[in-house]
């Protein structure tokens, strides 16, 4: 049987080599120009935390996200305190909230679940899912998408840990100059703000880097990018049907599984699409590689490693979200989570690392700059740990909205300014 498929895939790469040292480094702001909100996002029943809920200032393009832990810091400009925040989750009632009425810290913010049925709504169901999967992929250059040229500023971080201890620590803002879906020009990227952290005491001879940067996480947006995913000669290699459907943003939504045939072998993948039942807009798609193949999926992000080791994907999970302004549907999160096993010749035990990195836009603007020069632009070869040029203290981010980190995240950062403060 003749293949489609390519390794064009493997734009998610990993270089494998010892990390260079970094130094420290401190940017000014102004506190006094914005407030913080902190808190969390639960579901009002079962009270447990909803990771990736969206927190939007009502008519503004000011946004954040939750973490996988469930928590958020919003940091809204003293003009906009008079506004409402949204908050969305998939299959939960949207909730309003005035600014006015949150005490600013340890603010739990409780969503219900949807129990509207979809067979109560009245709709045009498609006859199959594919027909389904294509329609919405056939929609991204019409009025259902934000195709204008636009301006975002988003949040970036990547993270490497070996077994379950941090490794590695990567944050950036940066400014993304985003193409119309029905153009084929590539989105550009800035880099505005950026720093790191390593350490050295839980790295081995060998080290992983993620190379691509924030590019990985903005490749994920596969209606832009479809020779990532899906494109119009390989749709014929998965299988699509129609699982149990929901709800996000008061809007029902189609739930599509898909996953790769059973004759084909090289890996391919396999999740959810989340599909607007009224206007067939892409809303979401949580998905994985196959890896069970380890020497196929080992060439699809392996870039350079030592001869002596055996490198290999265990785990490749994606997701990506869409968000909506004016009714138009636009890119604005994205995750990827890598495990990797090492095998050493010679050696009893191998080596887990888990490499993680995220991208939430937290703003957006009709106003579309001119492009970088090119000696401002990051390639989609940059590796952010040598970009950056090493930590500074808590308030770093300054009025720039940021997800918030995850408890152990938290850790590493108390701990690398204890250090930094020793020194």
């Known amino acids: 049987m003749k293949t489609n498929y390519s390794y064009k895939s493997s734009i998610y790469i990993l270089f494998l080599f010892v990390f260079l040292s970094s130094s420290t480094y401190s940017f000014g702001f102004y506190q006094d120009t914005y407030k913080e909100f902190r808190g969390v996002v639960v579901d009002r029943d079962s009270k447990d935390r909803l990771a990736f809920a969206t927190l939007f200032v009502n008519d503004t393009q000011i946004s954040t996200i939750t973490n996988t832990e469930g928590e958020f810091l919003l940091k809204v400009p003293n003009e906009f305190l008079n506004r409402k925040i949204s908050i969305s989750f998939l299959g939960y009632l949207t909730k309003e909230i005035p600014l006015s009425d949150l005490n ?3 603010i739990q913010i409780l969503l219900d679940l949807s129990v509207t049925e979809l067979s109560e709504v009245s709709i045009v169901a498609p006859k199959d ?4 999967v294509k329609a919405a992929l056939d929609k991204k250059g019409n009025e259902n998408y934000y195709n204008e040229e636009s301006t975002m500023i988003a949040f970036y971080r990547e993270t490497i840990k070996k077994r379950r201890k941090d490794a590695s620590l990567s944050e950036a803002v940066v400014e993304i100059y985003k193409q119309p879906y029905k153009s084929n020009k590539i989105d550009a990227i800035k880099l505005i703000k950026a720093r790191k952290s390593t350490n050295y ?11 691509g940067g924030p590019f990985t996480t903005l490749y994920a947006d596969f209606l832009k990018y479809p020779e990532f995913i899906f494109t119009d000669t390989n749709l014929s290699e998965y299988d699509f049907s129609f699982d149990k459907s929901t709800e996000i943003n008061n ?6 599984r898909f996953k790769q045939k059973p004759d084909i072998t090289y890996p391919l993948y396999y999740g ?5 039942a009224e206007t067939f807009a892409l809303t979401s798609a949580i998905y994985n590689l196959n ?7 080992s060439q699809m992000f392996v870039r350079r490693k030592p001869k002596k080791a055996t490198v290999y994907p265990t785990q490749a999970a994606y997701r990506v979200d869409y968000r909506t302004k004016n009714g138009k549907w636009y890119y604005g999160y994205s995750n990827i989570q890598l495990v990797f096993k090492v095998d050493w010749q010679g050696r009893l035990f191998n080596s887990v690392y888990s490499l993680n990195s995220e991208m939430a836009i937290t703003d957006l603007s009709k106003d579309f700059k001119d492009k970088p020069r090119p000696s401002e632009s990051l390639r989609p070869t940059i590796i952010l740990s040598d970009e950056a040029s090493g930590f500074s203290d808590p308030d770093f981010w300054g009025e720039y909205n940021i997800i918030e980190p995850e408890k152990s995240i938290e850790s590493a950062i108390e701990k690398i300014n204890k250090q930094l403060k020793k020194s």
């Open 104 to 106: 600013g810290e340890d």
């Open 129 to 132: 899912a594919l027909t389904l």
């Open 201 to 211: 005491n839980r790295l081995d001879t060998l080290a992983l880097k993620l190379q």
């Open 251 to 256: 809007k029902m939504i189609y739930v599509v």
């Open 272 to 276: 959810k699409l989340y599909i607007d």
């Open 291 to 297: 890896v069970e193949d380890k020497e196929l999926a």
